[in-house]
DNA sequence: TCAACTTTGTGCATCCGTTCACAAGCGGTA
DNA sequence: TACCGCTTGTGAACGGATGCACAAAGTTGA
């Protein structure tokens, strides 16, 4: 927690320059700049903030973009423009401040709230999530458990209780879901979904390969493991196909037959 | 490949529209047009194939550009830029023939060759997706499992052995693995890829929470939790944000005033 | 055979995101 | 203090994807 500005009152840690941030910038202002982040960008600040999180441990305090970039897989005028969405929090000739930037990331991202979890369908999939301990330790505590099955019923899976689907809208509401997650059979998964919208949840992270059909103000992100494999799959097929063209004209393009 | 089209005959119509469409086409231009395609329509494509293959099962032979993409979530126009992209297999006043275009897809997506998995950490995730049944059934058949507990060595998941993550290379080799998925904890995963890679696995979809280093030829997806989660977690503060700003306007939009 | 109707395929304009390139700003040094 | 070198932040150019709108092409029915 060692602050760069050596000039005076430097107890100024993650907290105090959220504060004076926000200070600095009205809410309007903050509200303007997260409506205008592109999608991507915002995947890209979650990778940065994990990156960041890991320099933090380590002891890095400062961080130039060149180095972060390097780490997080981009180029450096991309994560400068980044994290100019979230605003101007670097030392020109210097770089970035970890802990300024990560507290920033985190603010931007909503992270400095809690979003309870509801994991819905408790299958291999479900158990996975219920005990992934990735959640709980970065501000996503899994609230709830559900699944049809009435065996499962009170079983604690991860340290949770499971309860029956029928009670989605009373526990949801109770223990203030804000993401639900559906790792059902497809069959079960819009109706799942539809429960989870009627029961006020309106962020939805969907496990099951099926296209859901929501309510314009509800959030849906898709996992979907098919639609990964088939790109890989698309890319095998190309590089197979150009590896194939190339090898008609003798060798491949550096000279060298691919895969003989 | 594992027919799942219940109807007798029918991988005749596939493999006999493949075999017209490679007649018809050159070999040089479906692989000019596959090297066209955007990433973006091809993880389209995936959906709509998953799609179309439902409609199969349920009888349909005939759909229009506007049901399709209104089953898929996108709209007509960018639907039928991106099956043309596949190539032009509709019929002007009448629509799509369902089998001929899955047909198509699947030669496009490279889903005529079979395409075996290796699955590297078999812990609570790894035995999810070893137990995974849409793998199989899709054309990506599970052919070995790794971990780097030798008390797992030898034991079946998923009907599979488990071997010891050493022979890596020599089991992949053998088992003509071309996709690597990595189901480990973060600190290991970049091993596991340099160890795939070297192994000569061109794909990999990594479920751990690192950026992998590969070099230019290989291809990563990556599936994030917690990128998913952050994500949704903007969603969920920007509207929040906006909620509030509502409210210096005197009171929210359901005339609740959110955090007061 | 012809006309009316339906739906595809695509040129074109638009928009959004990425990349480039450089001025502005900051710390270090003499 | 004045200068130098380094790094940020961003305006502007670029490229790729999206959406529109319509001609082309096929079907149906008389």
Known sequence: MVDRRGAGDEVVTTAAAKRSADAAES????????????????????VYLRVLSGMAEQG????????????????????????????????????????????????????????????????NLGHALANYGGFPSRGFPVAALFDIDPD????????????????????CAEREVSIGVIATPPQAAQAVCDR????????????????????????????????????????VARRADEAAGDVVNGVGVDGVVIRP
Chains 1, 2 share one sequence.
């Open 152 to 171: 499962l019923t009170g079983v604690p899976v991860g340290g949770i209780p499971v309860n029956h689907i029928d009670d989605i809208t009373s526990v």
């Open 27 to 46: 809410a309007a202002d903050v509200r303007e700049r997260a409506r205008a982040i592109p999608e991507a960008a915002v995947a890209r600040l979650a």
């Open 60 to 123: 890095v305090t400062t961080i130039s973009s060149e180095e972060l970039a390097g780490a997080a897989g981009v180029n450096s005028a991309k994560l400068r423009k980044d994290l100019s969405y979230v605003g101007s929090y670097g030392t020109r000739g210097v770089g970035y401040d970890v802990e300024v930037l990560v507290s920033h990331i985190e603010r931007i991202l909503g992270l400095t709230r809690k979003h309870s979890v509801a994991v819905v369908g408790i299958g």
């Open 196 to 235: 989870l919208v009627s029961a006020g949840v309106q962020c939805i992270l969907n496990f099951a390969p099926v296209v859901l059909q929501v309510p314009d103000y509800v959030e849906v992100r898709k996992v979907d493991l098919a639609v990964e494999m088939q790109i890989l799959s698309f890319h």
